[in-house]
């Protein structure tokens, strides 16, 4: 089925549109004209919809429960009217009461709309607005659901590659939606487990926003006291704005919000989730990936997960044996860090962020599957204001390894699918990358087991490390500081104080 889609036009409002049953027969299905007309109660700040030649609708009839596709017409160029004809002629639509919901490939039953993971977008125009009409007669008007974020973006030499919604309603799988007081409503499908909390809208091409640029993405009528706005730009650098103090969006109406030159800036290196790491309140953001060797400087790996039987990934607290002082080599040559100053964790920060947040959530020892399908074990940390954003059925074991049968897979194991999920959604992954014992070894000791991380911390002439996982000369799961040879290659994850 070919994919269809709305455009929008300047004009005083969103109009709803009007079908109407005609005696003539296409095969067992009647066909149906359509014709929009506008009405105050759905106005779309200062825009309206029109019919694309192609454009697919499903209707329901009485005992048509798989629905039936109806192909548009339109009048005319650019035109508020169609004919909608019955794309299989053999079809039997049933007889009314109908429901309809635009575009097809949306309907999963009569009363259920499945919204995307990801919509679509060409140079940031809406190409899509779901729509669902329901009557006793062959008379429908079609009503939106959904709401529409109209997000005005202006960067001077900047590029956006991809826009993500974060909240923390659902914001995509099955809805029920139904029509209450002359309007449409959505209803989360309870019976379904497809739901996420986080959309993305992907663009066909970078998209400059030197001068401003109007993107469009439709979310489920609500209320969200989480919402966050991430924008990638061309390098895949992130950008966030978040609100926490509660946002309404209405059906059938715009939600404009404009982020400027001053606004917007991006951070080279980091991911988008805030930790706090002390009493005082301090937070920080974490790298995108565990320091490794890039040449004869150092960078963040590209992926969170990343961990590996080389070398690159595992340095020394500092190759002179004599210092006590942990090498600020790794920060300062940096090639996609930025010009930001990233640092090591102390053990206490460690400590007070995985115990002493006040949240629920804090960190669980969970498994993710990668891109290139293995899978690897390591501890999971929620970022401050977390809203879990898959299926309440997949939360793990909450601060804590869900290490009754002793073993990493005694919690979660996640998808790849599913970790991207929660990266979008702020979440940090320290890899259990194991350790290499001395500078000459070839083996990765303990890789998938055990996690080793230098603090810069220093005692009695060994750096110490944060140790997670299956800890050495026990069978049992935990977390501890672990003092080692400042020549020994651990892993560094760094963070940097948060904007």
Same mark, same amino acid.
């Given at each position: 089925?070919?994919?269809?889609?709305?455009?929008?036009?300047?004009l005083?409002?969103l109009s709803l549109i009007?079908?109407s049953?005609?005696?003539?027969k296409?095969g067992?299905?009647?066909q149906?004209t359509a014709?929009?007309s =506008?009405?105050?109660?759905v106005?779309?700040?200062?825009t309206?919809l029109y019919w694309?030649a192609?454009?697919?609708?499903?209707?329901?009839?009485?005992g048509d429960?798989?629905g039936?596709?109806?192909?548009?017409t339109?009048?005319a160029?650019? @035109?508020?009217?169609?004919t909608?004809d019955v794309t299989n002629p053999?079809?039997?639509?049933?007889?009314? $009461?109908?429901?309809?919901?635009? $575009?097809?490939d949306?309907?999963?039953a009569?009363n259920?709309?499945t919204?995307?993971?990801?919509?679509?977008?060409?140079?940031g125009a809406l190409?899509t607005?779901p729509?669902y009409?329901e009557?006793a007669?062959?008379?429908?008007q079609?009503?939106s659901?959904?709401?529409v974020l109209?997000?005005k973006?202006?960067?001077?030499? =900047?590029s956006?590659s991809?826009?993500?919604i974060?909240?923390?309603?659902y914001l995509?799988?099955?809805f029920?939606?139904?029509?209450?007081?002359?309007a449409a409503?959505?209803?989360?499908?309870?019976a379904?487990?497809n739901?996420?909390k986080?959309t993305?809208l992907?663009?066909?091409?970078?998209?400059d926003?030197t001068?401003e640029?109007i993107?469009?993405i439709y979310?489920?009528a609500?209320t969200?006291?989480y919402?966050?706005v991430?924008?990638y730009?061309?390098?895949s650098?992130?950008?966030?704005r978040?609100t926490t103090s509660?946002?309404?969006?209405q059906a059938h109406?715009?939600?404009?919000?404009?982020?400027g030159?001053?606004t917007i800036?991006?951070?080279?290196?980091?991911?988008t989730?805030k930790?706090?790491?002390?009493s @005082?309140?301090?937070k920080?953001?974490f790298?995108?990936?565990?320091?490794?060797?890039?040449?004869?400087n150092?960078?963040?790996?590209?992926?969170?997960?990343?961990a590996t039987t080389g070398?690159?990934?595992?340095?020394?607290?500092?190759?002179?044996?004599?210092a006590?002082?942990?090498s600020?080599?790794?920060?300062s040559?940096?090639?996609?860090?930025?010009?930001a100053t990233?640092f090591?964790?102390?053990y206490a920060q460690?400590n007070?962020m995985?115990?002493?947040?006040?949240?629920?959530?804090r960190?669980?020892?969970?498994s993710?599957? =990668?891109h290139?399908n293995?899978t690897?074990h390591g501890?999971?940390i929620f970022?401050?204001?977390?809203s879990?954003?898959l299926?309440?059925?997949?939360?793990?074991?909450?601060?804590s390894f869900g290490?009754s049968?002793?073993?990493?897979?005694?919690n979660?194991t996640?998808?790849?699918e599913?970790?991207r999920?929660?990266?979008?959604?702020?979440c940090?992954?320290?890899?259990a990358?194991g350790?290499?014992l001395t500078?000459?070894?070839?083996?990765?000791?303990r890789?998938n087991?055990?996690g080793?991380?230098w603090t810069?911390?220093?005692?009695h002439?060994r750096g110490?490390s944060f140790c997670?996982?299956?800890?050495?000369g026990?069978?049992s799961?935990g977390?501890?500081?672990f003092?080692?040879?400042?020549?020994?290659p651990?892993?560094i994850r760094?963070?940097?104080?948060?904007?």
């Amino acid at each position: 089925m070919k994919k269809t889609s709305f455009y929008l036009i300047a004009l005083a409002s969103l109009s709803l549109i009007t079908v109407s049953c005609s005696k003539e027969k296409t095969g067992n299905a009647p066909q149906f004209t359509a014709a929009m007309s =506008t009405d105050a109660k759905v106005a779309y700040d200062g825009t309206d919809l029109y019919w694309e030649a192609g454009d697919q609708v499903a209707i329901f009839g009485t005992g048509d429960a798989q629905g039936t596709a109806y192909t548009v017409t339109p009048a005319a160029a650019k @035109s508020r009217n169609a004919t909608l004809d019955v794309t299989n002629p053999e079809s039997n639509l049933g007889d009314a $009461p109908y429901t309809a919901i635009y $575009p097809a490939d949306l309907a999963t039953a009569s009363n259920v709309m499945t919204l995307p993971k990801v919509q679509t977008s060409n140079g940031g125009a809406l190409v899509t607005l779901p729509l669902y009409a329901e009557s006793a007669t062959t008379a429908l008007q079609f009503y939106s659901p959904c709401s529409v974020l109209k997000l005005k973006l202006t960067k001077a030499n =900047t590029s956006i590659s991809k826009i993500q919604i974060i909240a923390d309603q659902y914001l995509n799988g099955d809805f029920t939606v139904s029509m209450n007081e002359g309007a449409a409503a959505m209803a989360v499908n309870t019976a379904a487990s497809n739901h996420t909390k986080v959309t993305t809208l992907a663009l066909a091409n970078n998209v400059d926003i030197t001068s401003e640029h109007i993107f469009y993405i439709y979310l489920p009528a609500n209320t969200y006291n989480y919402f966050q706005v991430k924008l990638y730009d061309a390098d895949s650098n992130i950008f966030t704005r978040t609100t926490t103090s509660g946002i309404t969006f209405q059906a059938h109406k715009f939600h404009t919000l404009t982020l400027g030159e001053n606004t917007i800036n991006f951070h080279p290196g980091d991911l988008t989730g805030k930790f706090t790491i002390n009493s @005082s309140g301090r937070k920080v953001s974490f790298s995108k990936g565990n320091v490794v060797k890039d040449g004869s400087n150092y960078k963040f790996a590209d992926y969170q997960y990343y961990a590996t039987t080389g070398f690159d990934d595992h340095l020394p607290w500092n190759s002179n044996g004599s210092a006590t002082t942990m090498s600020t080599a790794y920060a300062s040559n940096l090639t996609n860090g930025g010009t930001a100053t990233w640092f090591a964790l102390t053990y206490a920060q460690w400590n007070h962020m995985l115990n002493s947040r006040n949240m629920t959530m804090r960190w669980a020892g969970v498994s993710i599957t =990668t891109h290139n399908n293995i899978t690897r074990h390591g501890l999971l940390i929620f970022p401050d204001n977390f809203s879990w954003p898959l299926e309440d059925n997949r939360k793990p074991t909450a601060n804590s390894f869900g290490n009754s049968g002793n073993s990493w897979n005694s919690n979660v194991t996640y998808s790849y699918e599913e970790w991207r999920t929660l990266e979008d959604a702020g979440c940090v992954f320290l890899p259990a990358a194991g350790r290499r014992l001395t500078q000459e070894s070839t083996t990765i000791n303990r890789l998938n087991n055990t996690g080793y991380y230098w603090t810069p911390d220093y005692n009695h002439g060994r750096g110490i490390s944060f140790c997670f996982g299956l800890l050495e000369g026990s069978t049992s799961y935990g977390r501890k500081s672990f003092g080692l040879s400042t020549t020994d290659p651990l892993t560094i994850r760094f963070v940097k104080d948060a904007q």
